[in-house]
């Protein structure tokens, strides 16, 4: 039997399931599967620094899509705009609960979820402070990644927006903006963080007190 | 050389455990169940699937969008609202639609049960494929939420005294099934890839 600190350096492939050992990386470098050539991790010193600034950025411009216009059309001088709580009126309007649930969830409660969880891990890991809180906001962000639909979201806009051409003048709002800086944001922090290695520096500072 | 089938992928925190068939097993870093007893994660995954493709059914009989016009409703599913694109020229937008919301479900319906089928009988297929397909499963699920997404969008900005456009049952419906599908999917776990017999 290998001790935890001897299978931390395991590292089992996300998309084909192939056990590998990790090796040393120069700085930068990445490391990709043997079988599928999918990435599995790269060495970043800087990665705690990088994400947390990333994420701060994309929690203000996602306060920011959240609150303004994201939309407007106008059709033969009637102008109609789309901001997250005109939507939730229409919604309600309509008694479309169900899916009106379903939209708060998936795009605006897990995002902002996710992304303010990565930042209070970021911060207290820094800090190293708060050990359970950091385990908790690790297991929680595990759970909730796959239930974030802001990108999908985002698509429909386009989509709508395409159908809506022939009849409307589409005019952008600040939401629109600050919702794709949002996305780009979130692609680069998702990137950038690693939480192999976030659980590692958890366990390096909690190490002996972990069973909580 | 370390046998690969000893170990087992964490799916909180990605820590590599040692893996051992019968119990349900905790992971050594996060605490977290990686796998209840495997005949309950099968019979979940079958439940969730069967519900989806139930729901499958209203959700497509039954209208997603409702166009009032000056008082006179005129509903359209996806299908026809999916064809009503399609003539009026806006080819992408319409193959986008289909993708997202006609083939992506069946497709997350047949990989689902291929999986669950080719596991429970034993079927002799490589497991690599199988892990990259249940994979696959994973990525394209919410892509189907498009529609619902659309409709929504629709509703907002359509909403004049004399023209609107509001969501149908159909929406409801479709949404919902994307949820059990996700859900299924999920609930699918990778152990029973490995192991051969149930």
Redesign the interface.
């Given at each position: 039997m290998l001790t935890d600190k001897e299978l931390d350096n395991f590292i089992i492939c996300k998309k084909c399931n192939t056990l590998h050992k990790k090796i040393p990386l120069h700085q930068g470098g990445k490391a990709l599967c043997s079988k599928c050539n999918t990435f599995i991790y790269k060495r970043d010193n800087n990665m705690l620094e990088k994400s947390l600034a990333l994420v701060v950025t994309a929690l203000i411009s996602l306060s920011v899509a959240f609150t303004f216009t994201i939309i407007t059309i106008n059709i033969n001088g009637l102008s109609k705009s789309l901001s997250l709580l005109s939507l939730f009126d229409v919604l309600l309007e309509h008694h479309q609960y169900i899916v009106g649930i379903m939209f708060l969830f998936l795009t605006v409660l897990f995002p902002f979820m996710m992304l303010s969880s990565m930042f209070f891990v970021l911060f207290f890991i820094k800090i190293e402070k708060y050990g359970y809180a950091i385990k908790r906001l690790l297991i929680l962000l595990s759970h909730i990644q796959h239930w974030n639909m802001l990108d999908i979201f985002f698509i429909s806009l386009l989509v709508a927006m395409v159908k809506l051409f022939d009849y409307a003048k589409i005019e952008f709002g600040v939401s629109f903006l600050a919702l794709l800086l949002t996305l780009i944001l979130e692609l680069m922090v998702t990137k950038n963080i690693n939480f192999d290695t976030l659980w590692q520096k958890y366990n390096n500072i909690y190490g002996e007190d972990n069973d909580r | 050389m370390?046998d690969?089938s000893r170990?087992?992928?964490c799916?909180?925190?990605?820590?590599?455990?040692?893996d051992n068939i019968e119990e349900e097993l905790l992971c050594?870093?996060?605490?977290?169940q990686i796998h209840q007893p495997l005949y309950i994660s099968y019979h979940k995954t079958w439940a969730y699937l069967i519900t989806a493709i139930i729901l499958y059914i209203p959700a497509n009989l039954y209208p997603i969008l409702i166009t009032k016009k000056f008082g006179i409703e005129k509903a359209s599913t996806i299908l026809g609202g999916i064809i009503h694109?399609w003539e009026a020229g806006?080819y992408?937008?319409a193959l986008?639609?289909l993708v997202a919301s006609v083939f992506v479900p069946l497709l997350k319906f047949i990989f689902i049960l291929y999986l669950l089928i080719s596991t429970k009988y034993n079927l002799h297929s490589s497991?690599?494929d199988k892990?990259?397909l249940f994979?696959i499963t994973?990525a394209i699920?919410?892509?189907s939420?498009?529609?619902?997404?659309?409709v929504?969008?629709?509703?907002?900005?359509?909403?004049?005294s004399g023209v609107q456009i509001?969501?149908g049952v159909g929406?409801?419906a479709f949404?919902?099934m994307v949820?059990f599908t996700?859900l299924s999917a999920?609930s699918f776990d990778?152990k029973l890839?490995k192991k051969e017999d149930i």
């Open positions: - | 370390i690969d170990f087992i992928r799916h909180t925190c990605e820590a590599v455990n040692y050594r870093r996060c605490k977290c694109l806006s992408p937008i986008i639609i497991k690599v892990h990259k994979y994973e699920g919410p892509w939420m498009i529609d619902v997404f659309v929504i969008i629709l509703s907002v900005l359509i909403h004049f509001f969501p929406a409801t949404a919902l949820f996700m999920l990778t890839i």
